[in-house]
């Protein structure tokens, strides 16, 4: 079978589409959603798919990147651009969809369809390795599940491919069946039914159904009767069933789950008899996927045997970016688990999302791509590197080296790992992003612990997934045209500076809020260059604010004059923002001091007021809805009194977080969101729509085992009438954890099980009673994740999350995760 060729003009054929086309030969090989991802632009079709921003905003973008083709529904473009092909539809993303299932229809390959709640990318990632041998395999890159990256993913079929393992997931009702049209699966796989993302449908029930659409044409449905139990079975689809659980009958019924070290060894009856199978993990989740990968292996006719030599292989999926702290004041961004050129193109993205230092170096190791010449991919890779403007490429492996021609940055090579870990004590690595990147063979684990600063064992996990998705969560809660200021004041919340604020850029936020000179300096120095309003500007701090081009808020006519004091006469225009008090009663103009205040501005030419803003004391709290409502009528009114007298309009901004959700008439020109991008809105119930941004991991450090009547800890204030097991992990209240938790009110996980606190908190450690519990030192204690929230924390201590999040200390490591 040959790949088929899609000319523009063959494209606009499949698309039954208006068209103006320049070259109608031109062919096309790539799809592009994103502006700042360009592969090759000359044979690159860009689709203008509109989310909050209409995609047609980015064609100049595009255009500029050298892309020439476009998928369009605003004809408008067409004459802005001469030299393009431009195909015009009525819906872009349809479009999208029905070029892929066109593309599908030229392969019978056998596909494997993957949707559940939890798990189909590790699922569909752990049948790619375990069936590796046997099939040349196209998969769904990193996790593109969605309404877009279903569609590219099939378009990366080709004829050498024999077997297609994709996921797909959905938010809401009717999106399936596109899907499933799309991808076309002989075999489905259901992972599993939970509670995640229930927003989008009435029921568990409706969502379950709305699943099972993928399935509507397989020959082989694999799936647990636990997560069907809202249908009736003889309803579900697929010709053949093969079932698996450990609570019920199955056809892989399995009897027994034994940890052993950091194994688990599973038994089951199959086949009226008893079959064993190791997984080289542990963790609850982890035992799940490998349960369905058992299943999915049987099922496709290996037998037992043939199951569990390849099951006790498979290797931990992280299908995340690291980015840490690493030597001589370098960002390291780890990725050692795979070499591919999809996922290579979305870690150079993200090492160009990095501002903090000017130097970009790349560590990479050689890459396998299945029917592709090795000359065409280096020099992919070659032009990649060069346009997400690399300065030093080290390449690893003979092979790689042999092409080091094409690269034109700087550039060593080293045979192997061993060799460039030789070499390492010679190499220069000073301020600059390093991306460590290489196929797992490479081992390139070794590489980055030399990098690395040592990670304590406590390590505040923050994913910038997760954050991105919150701030897409506010987005299409605003109007359109209405602005959005994120507020990064506080390390961002103790979640961090730069690292924050480079995603918040690469996002396109408008503004950034701070709250003191200090953190906008700093933000500054690490290359962010959005607009950035300070709160609480002091006196002492104005040269420095000025010299950093960051934005003071003005809270009373004292400030404003020492203000002026310190801007040179031959300033223009400097931007200000002024802070009104409409019912706080912190900082802020009373309505009464605006005549004066509008006297002082009026003549002083050298500001501007960029923004008129005050904010809402209660806008969550349904009791205090009416003393909200006045508050935003007092701030329009004494905002408009100084606009009349000022003679121009600043943008006007009222609304936090919850005021966002619930305030719908509190949007006025901007926003500014808070808490809500760390996953917490006191307007949401349970946080609903929210994803958990921070995840807080300590470690075990001893184990004791203590007499009944013993006491643990100072002051004796733990006791144990009847003896039992305590855990002593690293992190106390000079982290942030603090004594209010002691004595029991406070408790993390350890493998799985919900433990307590017992005695007093201590400076740098804590004692959990682990009585009952199987642990030992070096296990993992979690102090808070999506299951064992802060939310819950912050009511064991009566307290808001905010002060959670704020209270963990600068000594504890962040580590930023991007898939
Ligand atoms: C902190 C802060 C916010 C954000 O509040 P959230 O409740 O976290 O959204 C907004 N405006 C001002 C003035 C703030 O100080």
Redesign the pocket.
Known sequence: MLNPIYTISKIADILNAEVKLFDAQTIIQYLVIDSRSVLVPENSLFFALSSHRDGHEFIKDAYSKDIRNFVISEKKYIEQYTDCNFIVVDNVLKSLQKLAIEHRKHFDLKTIGITGSNGKTIVKEWLYQLLATDFDIVRSPKSYNSQIGVPLSVWQIDSNNTLGIFEAGISAVNEMEDLAKIIQPQIGILTNIGEAHAEGFSSKKEKLIEKLKLFKDVELLIYSPEYVTEINFKKLPGKKHFSWSSRQAADLRIIAVEPIEGNCYLRAIYQDREIECMLPFKDKASIENGMICWATLLALGYSPEQADTRLEKLSHVSMRLELKNGINQCSIIDDSYSADISSLAIALDFLNQQNQHPKKTVILSELFETGQDDLDLYTEIADLLAQKKVNRLIGIGTHLSRYAELFKCETQFFEDTNAFIEAFPGLQFNHETILVKGARRFGFGRISKLLTQKIHDTVLEIDLNAMAGNLQFYRSKIKPGVKIMV?V?AFS?GSGSFEIANLLQFHKVDYL?V?YADEGIALRKAGITLPIMV?SPEESAFDAIIKHNLEPEIYSLEILNSFLNALSDYRFDYPIHI?IDSGMHRLGFDQKEIDQLAELLKDAQRLKVQSI?S?LVA??EAEHDGFTQKQIEKFKETANLLIAALGYKPLLHIA????ISRWPDGQMDMV?????LYGFDSALVHNRGLQTVMVLKTTVTQIKTLEPGETVGYSRSGVMPDGGKIATVKIGYADGYGRAFGNGVGKMLINGHLVPTIGSICMDMTMLDITGIDAKPGDEAIVFNHEHTIMQLASDINTIP?EILTNISQRVKRVYFYE
């Open positions: 507020m004041k919340y809020a709250a709160m802070k803003f904010h806008s969550g936090n977080t919850s005021g500014r969101l808070g808490i809500g905010y």
